[in-house]
């Protein structure tokens, strides 16, 4: 029992130690162990590091990159500007040590054990992929004071939770260009993921040239496509990062794109398709029943499998709602000569059949969760996406996968494209309570982000990703208990604007769409309204999915406003302190918020309107009239009859959406009145 | 003689009309005839455009463009978002036609006439490339009000002054990926640019792929080229916008890279050369009297040319001192034998064997204004860059060239990385006063701007870059008295910030570098400094090449500041007026400017300082203490006399450079000074 105590006492101990670290030391993820010491390795022009291991391709890379960027945050004029070998004749400040090259596989050992004191950095892994996670930490730890810059003394050992930690971009919708792939690849190396799921196709579009089958990428991307080469490069530059890439090619359904350039291999017969400028689900599906279609994906994949060099092969199978199917004579018989009594398990024959043409290339399936039927092998990964809003249970399916003897990763909680706060993101924790033999355990891989492109552009895509995905990659590397969401927020600050350092656009892109909004004018005054308001959630802002086109402008308000508004949280936490306790200094921090947005007004009438301004006037007007009140109030002033009245109205209003966009601090300003009124 | 004062009056009409025009239509560069009716063309979502004309491919790319600039701009969900045949049911609203595809030569016409009325707008050009310098004009009279977005009726008859408007950009002192070049020339379009000028190889490094010499790009680069197929996917991108590029490789000097892959062709004998990492004028150079030397250049310019469709081909030979030269015995020998008596003679001797092996390629050769020696053929382009800084008379070698023969093209005043004010580059007039025959005249093609690189990465290339260039556009297409700085100065306001949608960063990246100055606090202090402030000028900020490493930090405060700084012009025109005439108004403006800067030194000193900081807590000090004195001896306070001794000593530390900048309201305030004091 008194062991009891003192593990407890221990674990307590280490908590609240991790949390003092959290405050000082922005890392994220956060690694498995970490001992602060009281040195400091101080870097100046003389820094150099040094490489110990064989083909140091990948460690290079990121020594590269590492001298760079430190350069860059400090400003210090280095005399080296590579790695140098172990073998020189004058040790190097950092020392960099590993025994063997990664395969990129989810049996990689991607651990590392990182010492700083005054005069060394070591930097010691099992694999170069396990070294470059290691200089991301390095470079985290890098702080200053006024006259120095500094890593602060530390000892970490570190390890992933989950070997699968990915982002998948959906460039089917709206494509991205290899500079948006590569920035993004940057950014989640800096955050350790190791997992690149590329959604290549749709019905908005077929992304990859195909030399087998030209007519895909010529008559069904708008020219916009990647080469061979230029998919080569992507990978290539993803393994220098130790970030492996899962293609995806989304069969049977979703095949808008790959009917419009081949419409024999459809169920409707006779029909022709276009790519698809809306967004949804779509009827447009692959025959399984022709044979064509087969000896078509066989050629097509054994012709693009191989530019993918990873053991796994996405094919999509969601959303097949087999209207097609059910409303075709021949589909019907060939169901019934082979005893298919379902859609599911006439899909479930089609997967099947491409689970062989995938062995023969020596790739292992990969599938959204409803390939997992009876009769799937269990060879199959299942990539559980649905939960409760697809009427599942929460959780949805990934433990049930597990417990069935799949291996499995989880993507419901991680929809990114929501635009649902990143704590709700932070807090899905995949296993949870739940009781799971070691087996099972070992089958739940991890998870990946999803980042759908119906509403995004180059533009704005990148401002939806980050900074939320940095969370979601600390909850798949880091311990569960690892779960302050004060201290996420906190270190998620830092961590944000490192990531322009990688071209993240997330934050230099918005004040382009507010000059473009403006016309050039002062954009202050609508950036006080984007720091309020955040873009409509969970696929409203696009109802039915015939709102908007892959055409339609994405340079809007919306665009330029994100999740997680900038003044939501301050401000709600204002408005909390203030009705706990009314102290003069909570007083004055609720009413400086007030008074910007009273003022805000005068300074939006001040700029010349355009109709894409227009809408905002009575989010503005409205806003600065309810928070007049307020102050009033708060001011103990005499607040008239009419005025009260006029305050529900103004919220009346308020609640309802401006230009795609929801005031969320809305329910703050209720709860200010209903105290005060 | 009536007739005489009826044409200068008409003239002077014209000139008032123009001027009026250029305050509400901000064009540039400026058409060669425009007329305004009073009419305007409303843009709503019914919007469509037909295209007549062969083989659309060019025309079809820039109406999508243009499709897409223009919903993003107004907002607008158009109905259709790609162009339509001109043989559709339905009249389009907006009608293209053109007679020819541009061959992509010096003899292109990229003339246009562009009408615009309540209901239609018509596009007619002789090339598809005129046809699409008609969009871009039509785009930038894009407007609006309150409750629409419209394009003001005009009649439009264009063409260009020169035909060659050229940026150059060297991507060899720092490299810059594919999409810095092709947003890049997305930027060139918008402003009728026609050429684009890559320089490809220089002492730091050699960014060609070359399978027959692949040492050069293994060895040369440090893994920073371009590949074969990026190559061609910059120049069929550059041809959808009308573009031509002309590649060079810079011989016999500027060959550290070349010769560090294959140092048995320098001049110096087993000599090992490396990349250099500094800027400036190096020794290594080929030797012209090694027969490898042209087998080289032949077999290497038979590989890269036809990557290149130009007719034209730039080979440097720029800045060859001949160190190497004189320093070789079997290199005076040659000239000796060969009677060549000066280095320029062996380096003609050189350039002619290059001229046949590219006349063998069906190549013309361009080359730097050094070139230009008795015996070179007139078949040669002469690229005049030399001039007053170089000893050479003003103007350069542009009109001697054309007097003596050769074609030419000027960027002698076009040196933008100068970092010089675009006021000097917009007077930059080619031509000037001088009389030439109209033979001659026709042999001055036109200019290029050059980016060179040394100080300049991906994160800052743009802000050197843009909005100038626009102005030197404007500079070769429009007419010679298209020339009024202030309403030069106005449009450029406009243009500058539209090129943010090409992708052009100047604007955005300001503040990322701020941010990461900052650590991530408000930037405000630091922005109000970064706008009195510029870089260092005239390669002053690099003195001798040995400050700058290629992987020193750009990062800094003078990579956040550009030329022509935003608060700037402004000052002076308030310090101006007010010392004309110091009426409340101007007294108040002058007042504000100070008072900005008295309170941003307190902003400064509530931000955390750090080693990138700590150099301007002098500038910020002294300009608030300056600020402070002036303020009162406009208000009539009493100023003692050791405050004015202190300004003195203020103004002295002013006069410093700070973080390689300068402060560039310097003579502002002392000629404030003089006239209160």
């Known amino acids: 029992m008194n062991k009891l105590i003192t593990i407890l006492c221990l674990v307590t101990l280490n908590v609240f130690a991790q949390a003092s670290l959290m405050e000082t030391h922005h890392l994220m993820p956060w690694p498995k162990s970490i001992q602060s010491n009281n040195q400091r390795f101080v870097i100046d022009e003389n820094l150099t590091v040094s490489i110990k291991g064989n083909n140091p391709y990948r460690v290079n890379h990121a020594v590269t990159s590492f001298l760079r960027r430190l350069s860059n945050r400090s400003g210090i004029f280095l005399n080296e500007g590579f790695a140098q070998p172990a073998n020189n004749k004058k040790q190097a400040s950092i020392q960099i040590k590993?025994?063997?090259?990664?395969?990129?596989?989810?049996?990689?050992?991607?651990?590392?054990?990182?010492?700083v004191n005054t005069n060394q950095v070591s930097l010691v892994a099992n694999t170069d992929v396990g070294a470059i996670r290691g200089l991301e930490t390095l470079l985290q730890l890098l702080t200053n004071n006024e006259s120095e810059y500094y890593i602060p003394g530390v000892s970490i050992s570190d390890a992933p939770r989950f070997v699968w930690r990915g982002l998948m971009i959906d460039v089917s919708r709206h494509f991205q260009p290899v500079n948006v792939i590569k920035r993004n690849l940057d950014a989640?190396?800096?955050?350790?993921?190791?997992?690149?799921?590329?959604?290549?196709t749709d019905d908005q579009g077929f992304r990859i040239e195909s030399k087998t089958y030209p007519k895909l990428h010529e008559l069904a991307s708008d020219g916009l496509y990647y080469t061979q080469e230029q998919i080569n490069d992507i990978v290539n530059y993803a393994s220098l990062l130790g970030i492996r890439v899962i293609p995806e090619l989304d069969v049977p359904g979703h095949a808008s794109a790959i009917l419009t350039a081949y419409p024999e291999l459809g169920s409707k017969q006779d029909a022709t398709y276009n790519i698809e400028r809306y967004s949804g689900v779509f009827d447009p599906t692959l025959d399984p029943t022709n044979e064509a279609t087969y000896v078509f994906l066989d050629n097509l994949f054994t012709e693009i499998a191989p530019l993918f060099p990873d053991n796994y092969f996405h094919i999509g199978g969601d959303e097949n709602e087999g209207k097609h199917w059910n409303s075709s004579e021949h589909i019907q018989k060939f169901k019934a000569e082979h005893q298919l009594a379902t859609n599911h398990d006439l899909q479930t024959y089609f997967n099947i059949r491409l689970e062989k043409i995938l062995n023969k290339l020596d790739k292992k399936l990969l599938g959204w969760d409803e390939i997992m039927t009876p009769d799937m092998p269990k060879t199959a990964i299942i990539h559980s996406w649905r939960g409760e809003h697809e009427g599942l249970p929460k959780g949805g399916t990934l433990i049930e996968a597990a417990k069935k003897g799949y291996n499995t990763i989880l993507s419901n909680g991680f929809y990114i494209d929501r635009m649902e706060s990143v704590?709700?993101?932070?807090?899905?924790?995949?296993?949870?309570?739940?009781?799971?033999?070691?087996?099972?355990?070992?089958?739940?891989?991890?998870?990946?982000?999803?980042?759908w492109s119906e509403l995004v552009t180059p533009l704005t895509i990148d401002s939806r990703i980050?900074?939320?995905t940095a969370a979601i990659a600390e909850r798949?590397?880091?311990e569960k208990d690892i779960n302050e969401v004060d201290l996420m927020l906190l270190r998620l600050e830092t961590i944000n604007y490192r990531l322009e350092e990688s071209g993240i656009t997330h934050i230099r892109n918005k004040t382009?769409?507010?000059?473009?909004?403006?016309?050039?004018?002062?954009?202050?005054s609508i950036e006080t309204l984007s720091n309020v308001c955040e873009p409509l959630k969970i696929y409203s802002r696009n109802e039915g999915g015939t709102e908007y086109k892959t055409f339609s402008p994405f340079t809007l308000f919306a665009d330029a406003c994100n999740v997680d508004a900038k003044d939501a949280i301050p401000f709600k936490k204002a408005v909390n302190n203030f009705v706990k306790n009314s102290s003069k200094e909570n007083t004055l921090t609720v009413i400086e918020f007030l008074n910007k947005w009273v003022n805000n007004h005068k300074s939006f009438q001040n700029i010349n309107k355009n109709p894409k301004l227009k809408p905002l006037e009575p989010l503005s007007y409205n806003l600065a009239e309810a928070s007049k009140t307020l102050i009033k109030l708060i001011n103990k002033e005499q607040v008239i009859k009419t005025e009260r009245t006029a305050f529900n109205q103004q919220i009346d209003i308020l609640s309802q959406p401006f230009a795609d966009t929801e005031l969320v601090i809305l329910r703050d300003l209720e709860k200010l009145f209903e105290v005060l009124k």
């Open 476 to 478: 798949l590397w880091s």
């Open 188 to 200: 989640m190396a800096s955050v350790k993921m190791n997992v690149f799921h590329w959604h290549l």
């Open 423 to 451: 704590v709700k993101h932070y807090q899905t924790e995949p296993i949870g309570d739940i009781q799971l033999t070691s087996e099972e355990r070992s089958r739940i891989l991890g998870g990946e982000a999803t980042m």
């Open 466 to 468: 980050w900074p939320r």
């Open 98 to 115: 590993y025994n063997n090259i990664a395969k990129l596989i989810i049996q990689d050992d991607e651990s590392y054990q990182l010492d």
């Open 512 to 524: 382009v769409i507010l000059r473009n909004l403006s016309n050039n004018q002062d954009i202050s």
